[in-house]
């Protein structure tokens, strides 16, 4: 892997990991146009990037990381908990969901979905304005919605805003959970992969991994400002409209033999 190809797949990651669009097709798509097979040390790579992204997370919100919001946090881990037991108990079983076909599908009943929830949802009657004052309950089935992320192709984002959004939170208020979620989320998943693929690290780039990891910070911290300003003017028909075009894509890159299904 080249420095460019670095640059490139950090703007990826972090441009598509917190949008409500999903990252794993986008990377899979991007790796194979750059010719990059997934060996050990580009998994490391990845694993490395992500973390990227979900540090931004953690500036942005860096406000709400203090021991006066020990109630927020609460409500945070507990909806963490079912995504966490889950993936935990079933997670050889999910590995067999990961196939292109799946991922295309679940882009396209996503985009779905986010016509469906648009359809009936009112921002107007959202009781919840801010973040701190979800409650347990809300908190909770957001966390049972984060656990369809399980399926590739879902996206995290996109389940846990539309899970906010139907508990009765405002918008911008889903979204707010939904990245200060992420942060007990991707820290722990990719903690996981990085124990588990530690000695690959040793033989991996260290300048190839650091320009990754800093160009996904910094364009995961540009994409979630921007998306954070979005919701609070526009719907999420747009990365509905995005995710049904995108799906439709693989399943034509899929049946054409371009991109192993």
């Known amino acids: 892997m080249t420095i460019i190809d670095s640059i490139i797949l950090g703007i990826v990651e972090g441009i598509t990991e917190f949008l409500p669009i999903s990252s794993t097709a986008h990377m899979i798509i991007v790796s194979t146009l750059l010719g990059l097979k997934q060996t050990m040390q580009n998994v490391a790579f990845e694993v490395i990037i992500q973390l990227g992204a979900t540090l931004a997370i953690v500036f942005i919100y860096l406000d709400k990381i203090n021991f006066k919001e020990i109630d927020l946090w609460k409500k945070v881990i507990l909806a963490f908990l079912p995504l966490a037991i889950v993936g935990f108990l079933f997670r050889h079983q999910i590995k067999e969901f990961f196939t292109i076909t799946t991922v295309a599908w679940m882009f396209i009943i996503g985009g779905i979905v986010f016509f469906i929830v648009e ?27 984060q656990v369809f992320a399980l399926i590739p192709g879902t996206s995290r984002s996109g389940a846990t805003i539309v899970g906010g959004m139907l508990s009765g939170l405002s918008r911008k208020t889903a979204a707010d959970f939904s990245f200060l979620l992420a942060i007990p989320t991707m820290f722990a998943a990719s ?63 899929v049946n054409q033999g371009i991109i192993n299904a």
């Open 119 to 145: 359809k009936f949802y009112s921002e107007e009657k959202a009781k919840i304005n801010e973040v701190e004052k979800v409650s347990l309950k809300q908190a909770f089935i957001i966390g049972i919605f």
């Open 191 to 253: 903690g996981y992969e990085m124990v588990k693929n530690l000695d690959t690290f040793k033989d991996s780039n260290l300048i190839v991994l650091a320009v990754g990891f800093i160009v996904s910070f910094i364009s995961c911290y540009i994409a979630v400002k921007w998306f954070l300003n979005f919701v609070k003017k526009y719907t999420l028909i747009p990365f509905g409209i995005y995710r049904i075009i995108f799906g439709i894509i693989l399943l034509y890159l």
